[in-house]
């Protein structure tokens, strides 16, 4: 009878560890797996949208943004007035996305061969993530001097301002506003881009 029972009590105290165990893991999965799945596609749903294009894609596309006027930011995480004044993009196409296309345009890629645009995706998604950027993002797939040159900038930042017919109004660069100590939206960009909104649509219907 001994033997049995304890026969009996050793079976009895398996069946409550394997029931335990499983316990234990039907909850790791629910709470382990699917909550950080779940909240990783939130964050994937609200994080802003990064292109890698060169800097003549670029112009095509905003091309198709005729009818508006358009603020091209060309700017670099590395660039301490362009992280300072970015927020201030983000607040322009806010207050007027109707009327106004945004476009920021990353220049972080520097050519090297062991770091393609790519590699620089997360960097500079993290920094729009961060400023709630959701405008037409661009990693430039053009390495920055090689771009510099092209366009003739000594570095970031620079914004161009397009009319609502894609002609080229002005292009603002720290070289090309010495009265002020450096390129801002408040003093700078903003105004003119009202007074081209003031401007009458010209175009034909």
Same mark, same amino acid.
Not at 1 to 4: L, N
Not at 25 to 34: D, F, K, P
Not at 37 to 40: I, Q, V
Not at 121 to 131: D, G, I, P, S, W
């Given at each position: 009878?001994?033997?049995?029972r304890?026969?009996?009590?050793?079976?009895?105290?398996?069946?409550?560890?394997?029931?335990?165990?499983?316990c234990v893991?039907?909850?790791?999965?629910?709470?382990?797996?699917?909550g950080p799945?779940?909240?990783?596609a939130?964050?994937?749903?609200s994080?802003?949208? @990064?292109?890698?294009?060169?800097?003549?894609?670029?112009?095509?596309?905003r091309?198709?943004?005729?009818?508006?006027? @358009?603020?091209?930011?060309?700017?670099?995480?590395?660039?301490?007035?362009?992280?300072?004044?970015?927020?201030?993009?983000?607040?322009l196409?806010?207050?007027?996305?109707?009327?106004?296309?945004?476009?920021?345009?990353?220049?972080?890629?520097?050519?090297?061969?062991?770091?393609?645009?790519e590699?620089f995706?997360?960097?500079?998604?993290?920094?729009?993530?961060?400023?709630k950027?959701?405008?037409?993002?661009?990693?430039?797939?053009?390495?920055?001097?090689?771009?510099?040159?092209?366009i003739?900038?000594?570095?970031?930042?620079?914004?161009?301002?397009?009319?609502?017919?894609?002609?080229? @109004?002005?292009?603002f660069?720290n070289?090309?506003?010495?009265?002020?100590?450096?390129?801002?939206?408040?003093?700078?960009?903003?105004?003119?881009?009202?007074?081209?909104?003031?401007?009458?649509?010209?175009?034909?219907?």
């Open positions: 009878m001994r033997i049995w304890t026969t009996f009590l050793t079976w009895l105290a398996w069946l409550a560890v394997a029931g335990l165990g499983g893991r039907s909850t790791a999965m629910v709470g382990g797996e699917g799945r779940s909240e990783r939130s964050l994937a749903e994080a802003p949208t @990064v292109e890698i294009l060169s800097w003549d894609q670029t112009e095509k596309r091309e198709q943004f005729r009818g508006k006027v @358009v603020v091209l930011d060309v700017w670099s995480t590395y660039c301490d007035p362009c992280v300072r004044e970015f927020p201030n993009l983000v607040k196409q806010e207050r007027l996305g109707d009327q106004v296309v945004c476009i920021s345009f990353n220049t972080d890629f520097s050519g090297a061969k062991d770091e393609p645009p590699s995706r997360k960097r500079v998604q993290e920094f729009l993530t961060a400023r950027a959701r405008l037409f993002n661009v990693l430039s797939s053009d390495p920055s001097e090689e771009f510099y040159t092209k003739r900038l000594g570095g970031p930042p620079a914004v161009f301002v397009y009319d609502r017919q894609g002609k080229l @109004v002005k292009r660069d070289s090309q506003v010495p009265k002020t100590p450096e390129l801002t939206y408040k003093n700078d960009v903003v105004p003119l881009v009202e007074r081209l909104l003031a401007q009458p649509d010209t175009r034909r219907p």
